[in-house]
């Protein structure tokens, strides 16, 4: 099968194709022939920044063919979409049961590896900030693959007013069309009046500014692979909170949580309110140019790969 690697770190330009044989699923595991694979952020990163070489892992949506031991939760010939942490850039993959979820009929690969494992994320972390009906939500990253859908859910869940912050104003029209009712970029001297709720997924130098975005009492979710620095101090003056937030440590304690969370976004996505948007749907042998539009942040919506 193809599969695509990388030796060293560096820029896209250090992915390339090879040929390796079909891996075999160990128990608890399904081998999926693989139709779409959803480009992450923190994947992208580690390529360029990771002293050794890693898997490329990802959303990966497909077809099951075959089954490991004790793996009973999914059966051959069901579609399903997870993440997977092992190599996902390819044909086949192994995905661990506990991570994956069934594709509904009449749903696209594509659709699951841009609403699944990007939606749990939106909608953890704005659920992590006790949202209530007529608080404001800024969303950083507002037109990535996360924050397009977390623009759009905080709406659902009774914001009532949504500002959107980006890094390039030519994305403003595009957030707009999924509810911003405010768009601001990095660049701008002040974000406008603070808000409620922040959801932040850029951290490092922004973070600070996050802060600074988040009104008296109100709530800052970080769930960045960004990293980031807050003084302690500027919280207490401010009586402000900050929560930190990771999908997976939902998936592993609280799995009929993360269960009903998916749950939500495919039936939010079936009557039409929740839109997941693709970027680009890149065949896999060019998954360069996918790492290319993340790292220059060109990307509205998700990034995706594609497994004729």
């Given at each position: 099968?193809?599969?695509?690697?990388?030796?060293h770190?560096?820029?896209p330009?250090?992915l390339?194709e090879?040929?390796?044989?079909?891996?075999?699923?160990g128990?608890?595991?399904?081998?999926?022939?693989?139709?779409?694979v959803g480009?992450t952020?923190?994947?992208?990163?580690?390529?360029r920044?990771?002293?050794e070489?890693?898997?490329?892992?990802?959303?990966?949506?497909?077809?099951?063919?075959?089954l490991?031991?004790?793996?009973?939760?999914?059966?051959v010939?069901?579609?399903?979409t997870?993440?997977?942490?092992?190599?996902?850039?390819?044909e086949?993959?192994v995905?661990?049961?506990?991570?994956?979820?069934?594709?509904?009929?009449?749903?696209?690969a594509?659709?699951?590896v841009?609403?699944?494992?990007?939606g749990?994320?939106?909608?953890?972390?704005?659920?992590?900030?006790?949202?209530?009906?007529?608080d404001?939500?800024?969303?950083?990253?507002?037109?990535?693959?996360?924050?397009?859908?977390?623009?759009q859910?905080?709406?659902l869940?009774g914001?009532?007013?949504?500002?959107a912050?980006v890094?390039?104003?030519?994305?403003?029209d595009?957030?707009?069309?999924?509810?911003?009712?405010?768009v601001?970029?990095y660049?701008?001297?002040?974000?406008?009046?603070?808000?409620?709720?922040?959801?932040?997924?850029?951290g490092?130098?922004?973070?600070?500014?996050?802060?600074?975005?988040t009104?008296?009492?109100?709530?800052?979710?970080?769930?960045?692979?960004?990293?980031?620095?807050?003084?302690?101090?500027?919280?207490?003056?401010?009586?402000?909170?900050?929560?930190g937030?990771?999908?997976?440590?939902?998936?592993?304690?609280?799995?009929?949580?993360?269960?009903a969370?998916?749950?939500?976004?495919?039936?939010l996505?079936?009557?039409?309110?929740?839109?997941?948007?693709?970027?680009?749907?890149?065949?896999?042998?060019?998954?360069?140019?996918?790492?290319?539009?993340i790292?220059?942040?060109?990307?509205?919506?998700?990034v995706?790969?594609?497994?004729?």
């Amino acid at each position: 099968m193809r599969r695509i690697r990388y030796e060293h770190s560096g820029g896209p330009e250090v992915l390339f194709e090879e040929d390796v044989p079909v891996p075999t699923p160990g128990p608890g595991e399904l081998l999926v022939k693989v139709e779409a694979v959803g480009v992450t952020l923190p994947v992208v990163r580690k390529v360029r920044e990771n002293r050794e070489p890693v898997p490329l892992g990802g959303e990966v949506a497909g077809e099951v063919v075959a089954l490991g031991d004790g793996a009973d939760a999914h059966a051959v010939g069901d579609r399903v979409t997870g993440l997977c942490f092992g190599h996902g850039y390819a044909e086949y993959a192994v995905l661990n049961q506990a991570m994956a979820s069934a594709v509904p009929a009449g749903a696209t690969a594509q659709d699951a590896v841009a609403l699944v494992r990007s939606g749990v994320v939106a909608l953890g972390a704005l659920e992590s900030a006790r949202p209530e009906k007529g608080d404001s939500v800024l969303v950083t990253a507002a037109a990535s693959g996360v924050g397009h859908l977390a623009l759009q859910l905080a709406r659902l869940r009774g914001a009532s007013r949504v500002v959107a912050a980006v890094g390039d104003p030519a994305k403003a029209d595009f957030v707009r069309s999924l509810g911003a009712d405010e768009v601001v970029t990095y660049a701008d001297e002040s974000w406008g009046e603070p808000c409620d709720i922040v959801l932040d997924a850029v951290g490092g130098d922004l973070l600070p500014r996050a802060v600074r975005a988040t009104a008296p009492g109100g709530r800052l979710v970080a769930y960045s692979s960004g990293g980031g620095t807050i003084d302690a101090y500027d919280l207490l003056v401010g009586g402000k909170s900050v929560i930190g937030f990771q999908v997976a440590h939902i998936a592993r304690t609280q799995p009929a949580r993360y269960a009903a969370w998916i749950a939500e976004l495919w039936a939010l996505h079936t009557e039409g309110s929740l839109r997941p948007a693709v970027h680009a749907a890149h065949p896999l042998a060019d998954a360069a140019l996918a790492h290319a539009a993340i790292e220059d942040r060109r990307n509205r919506g998700k990034v995706v790969l594609t497994v004729p």
